[in-house]
């Protein structure tokens, strides 16, 4: 490729697991990058989409309009 622009590689940017050599790669090249990847190494370099898992669990409960009643927690009896 002798043109390295974004239209000759037409390419608007990147959104995937980052490692360095893609970094470098798009860095000299023009390119942007979004990393998705937490534990990419260049994760403090570039910018970074992870999921929260936390959050991610809190989404379906709170867009449930009629959630499962709450289960009373079992009682063991006295062996005998």
Do not use: C, Y
Request: glycine residues 10%.
């Amino acid at each position: 490729m002798n043109d390295n622009s974004r239209a000759s590689l037409g390419v608007g940017g990147v959104i995937g697991r980052a490692t360095r050599n893609l970094a470098e790669q798009a860095g000299r090249l023009g390119v942007p990058v979004v990393n998705v990847w937490f534990n990419s190494p260049v994760a403090g370099k570039l910018p970074t989409v992870v999921p929260n898992p936390i959050s991610a669990g809190r989404i379906p409960v709170s867009l449930d309009p009629d959630p499962p009643p709450r289960r009373q927690p079992a009682i063991p009896h006295e062996q005998r």
